[in-house]
């Protein structure tokens, strides 16, 4: 605990509000703006679920390469069980089995079939394959019980995937399935945006690092282990993460780290202390600073160099807030993903009235009981645990004074 | 390429159906009964984002720790500004100065107040916060000019989080705001469920590994890729995953590792070199197996020992399926996950009629189009290239022989 500072020397405590505050629109637009991808990687297909493909891929190959049979049973020439029906058995003669990557050599002649197994080449001189339910075997002799038509059960060559063909687009994200379909096309590595590389900067003498426990009058940083999970889901990575102090000179060289973009948690505000905005207007572009919103409205962001830089405040319902609003939409651009909110959402009725002010937009947490949105009583942005006993969110926009009770609202669930 | 079989021995390739098939309920009636949780680890808190709680975590300390400011401005004694207004400032001497871990050790006396910054221990006397907007500001003099009542803009101890009471309730999913209070309490490790252990056996002589290119009549194996990815999402690590040949003894031996589950992709049927299902039953427990749907119908279940082993079909699309509905909901839950679909989901009218036979159900993919769903024109169970396609399914449940256009329909969505 440090020791209290009687008697301090009257310092000058600018503490002025923001002149003006911008638009959420603003902010959004000049997100939008900035983002470009972040450069592709070839990697190894296997390892690639979830990224982003930076190139349409097309099939080197057609899938399947060969006719294959579609069914375990016969193939044989369909002209052969024209007729053919329970109570009217035409005989056929088995000359030998066709499975999976083991082709007959022999061609199938007219009475003739060959045993086969789903995924197993077609004999030439087949045409059709005769499934086994339709089939009354007997030692080296099988009666077609069903006329089959030509191609019924045969695979194609090509019919999956044409060789040429495109079979994933860029900017697709990568699901388990079709790390399958690329892995049977034999493509061994993909081109997908690399991850999003993030530093995290977080700023107060009262902060301990994460893993500490509180002490005195110093609190526990919270804010960077949950923005290291926030980056995570939207692409990137922290590749650094540290608590500096406030001092103009150690921010600013945190500030020049060799990253795609970095977020600073805390000193975001207009006060004497609150170093980044300043710095970062004086060596690169404080483009938005203060927006008309609730809470986070000490936000701010811009450039230095090619670094996208966030100022996020230091109270952790306003730094998740202003990381969903703002940084989480500008790295899901980077890493090629939608900028949409990553949460899935749902329209329910409100149980009670919402209330909100005209002039900016309102981040609401909200309980969910019974399919009904109850609006949370919450007092202040530090309340961490209102987001952590909240389902969701509403976002009430900046020209509304809140919702009447049963008005449906699109809540976005925290638990995605 | 190996060489054709000419005029192989005629072997007796039994190809006969299920003498009965499982419902879908019958099995997910086994898994539920079958699946315990994975044993708890204990591990860092930054580490376990995304994870799922094992036990309750009760707060060691109050948060705010202290009373502390919840707005800059100055602490002040509240009946000192009873008349205050904007035409009416009281003038109070400001004696000092607090910041967040830097407590000033003056007491607030009557006519006194102490500047203060958002998070800063409230000084001892001072009740309120008069928010630096309501204040007139000259040297070491202030002018209240509103009124503020005790307790104003003053978080109070543990009113965020009240020592000892639970923060977070056994099986939750950590989110990263989770992970944030869990370390601004001081909680450095929790207890989370590990992750479950998966073995991934796919059979098939006609398979080559993943990133192989196809060859001759060899294709390459789409199914572990994709599993991989599969049980990654619902929580499980695939410890192990290989192409074993079509041979009892070294299915037998990998069906006996030391995992939590095991997938079998391939030989789930009852052809005569699908050895699993029968070494299940001759080692085990094959439970269930044969199921009334399409695709999919050759999947089977069982245990053997304490591992739950799921054969799934060697058709990529039926090996999705499967894994959806049978081997991914028992990961989740031995992972303490939910086990309803991973998949987000909206209720859309169906753009054409969706036919189904009734005594199966239909795990049908569906493209969406300007909000309406439209049944895909698929042949085989093989066509991996419709999961890629494909918005999403829509499962069609047994008694059903299927939809009429415009009826609304619950697709799932692959994209999550």
Known sequence: MPPPNSNPPPRDVRMRGFSRRSTVEDAWNWIDQQSIHVPAEALDTVSVGGRVLATDVTSPVNVPAFDRAMMDGFAVQADDTLGATPYNGLPLEVIGQALPA?????????????????????????NAVLQVEQANISEDQVEALDAVTPGKHVGKVGEDIAQGSVVLRSGRRLRPQDIGILASIGVAKVSVFRRVRVRVLVTGNELLPPGSKPEGFQIVDSNSPMLRGLVGRDGGDV??????????????????????????????SVGQE??????????????????????????????????????????PVSCLCAYDFFAGRAIRALAGLPTEWPYRSRHLPLARKLVSMVGRVDYARVDVVDDRVEPMAVSGASMLSSTTRAAGFVIVPADSEGYAPETPVEVFFYDR
Chains 1, 2 share one sequence.
């Open 102 to 126: 083991q082709p007959i050599g022999d061609i199938v002649k007219r009475g003739q079939a060959v045993r086969i197994m789903t995924g197993a080449p077609m004999p030439d001189g087949a």
């Open 274 to 315: 609150d170093y980044a905005p300043r710095l970062l207007a004086e060596h690169g572009e404080l483009a938005i600073h203060g927006v008309a919103m609730r809470p986070s409205s000490p936000s701010g962001m811009g450039r230095l160099g090619e670094r996208l830089v966030f100022l996020l405040p230091g109270n």
């Open 239 to 268: 590749t650094c993460s540290e608590i500096v102090a406030d001092d103009p000179r150690e921010i600013l060289a945190a500030l020049k780290d060799d990253v795609d973009v970095i977020l600073v948690s805390g000193g975001s």
